[in-house]
């Protein structure tokens, strides 16, 4: 098994956003002890946000080097890519790993048709897993993404995220069910706003050039900058929401049928079906968002 800082230095893609400066300024790291027997900690599971980022450089690749020039062409190829990806992490955690509980929730959890615009739990599955307490923090954070100020910068945004997270380990009526829907959704929200925030204006080229549309989106093009205007602003909160609901629905399937346990020492099977969730929902709305076309895409 691969050590984490091998992970985090893996071989960038041509977009290279797991090893940007940004990337590099969204980790977390601050000086706190981790013992899976008592408390979990954000750096439990910084490696959703570094292998979710690795996840869409990895479809990246493949959108950009295919044919696909149809919503439905891309869905199933942001499937079957993801599935690839998953797949090949439980078994790099674990070569012995059970990898069908992941592979089937990224196949089957239709993450890009559920609503997250007010919250991040009221229409997931098995949301009874997630108590009030970590309620709370996911509406912290969901406020965090969908109303970002426009002179706000990225290191603005996820110093607010940061916040939340020491708020949440602070908080002893937190316990490690809570705190794992808190930070793997923390973790996936830096990271992923980092990612979009450097690649946007990539992706949108690969539509472009598989002929998706004539033109440049109405949109207007990338997010260069955190708050370069409220329609493009508004798009980021939906695409990085989208991901982290993704990861959320994820951790309360996980929670459903096993205690969870974070990578690399615990189940690598559930740590895969939560990037599973995290990276497709994060491809969807990155789709609907260039195309114009939330949900109408389905």
């Not at 992970?7 to 940004?22: E, R």
Request: one cysteine or more; hydrophobic letters at 40%; aromatic letters at 12%.
């Amino acid at each position: 098994m691969k050590k984490l800082s091998l992970i985090a230095l893996s071989i960038c893609t041509f977009i290279a956003s797991s090893c940007s400066n940004n990337e590099e300024s969204v980790e977390n790291t601050p000086n706190l002890k981790s013992n899976p027997v008592t408390r979990y900690v954000p750096e439990d599971f910084e490696i959703f946000g570094i292998k979710h980022n690795e996840g869409l450089d990895f479809f990246y690749d493949k959108f950009k080097n295919s044919t696909a020039s149809t919503p439905g062409e891309f869905k199933e190829l942001m499937i079957t890519s993801t599935t690839e990806y998953v797949k090949d992490f439980a078994l790099e955690l674990d070569p012995n790993a059970d990898t069908s509980f992941a592979t089937n929730l990224t196949q089957n959890y239709e993450i890009e048709l559920m609503n997250f615009d007010k919250d991040f739990y009221t229409n997931v599955p098995d949301a009874d897993q997630i108590s009030t307490n970590a309620r709370v923090y996911l509406d912290k954070l969901h406020n965090v993404l969908f109303d970002i100020p426009e002179t706000a910068t990225l290191v603005d945004v996820v110093s607010n995220i940061k916040s939340i997270e020491m708020e949440a380990y602070d908080n002893v009526k937190l316990d490690n069910k809570d705190l794992t829907y808190v930070f793997t959704a923390s973790a996936i929200a830096r990271h992923s706003l980092a990612y979009w925030n450097d690649n946007y204006d990539a992706w949108e080229n690969v539509f472009i050039n598989n002929g998706f549309f004539n033109g440049p989106s109405q949109n207007g093009g990338g997010n260069t900058t955190m708050g370069a205007g409220s329609q493009t602003l508004r798009g980021v909160g939906i695409v990085v929401g989208m991901d982290v609901a993704g990861g959320v629905v994820a951790a309360g399937a996980t929670w459903a049928v096993n205690v969870f346990i974070p990578p690399p020492g615990g189940q690598a099977a559930y740590g895969a079906a939560i990037l599973g969730g995290a990276i497709r929902g994060s491809g969807m709305a990155a789709a609907g968002l260039i195309l114009n076309a939330m949900f109408d895409l389905w």
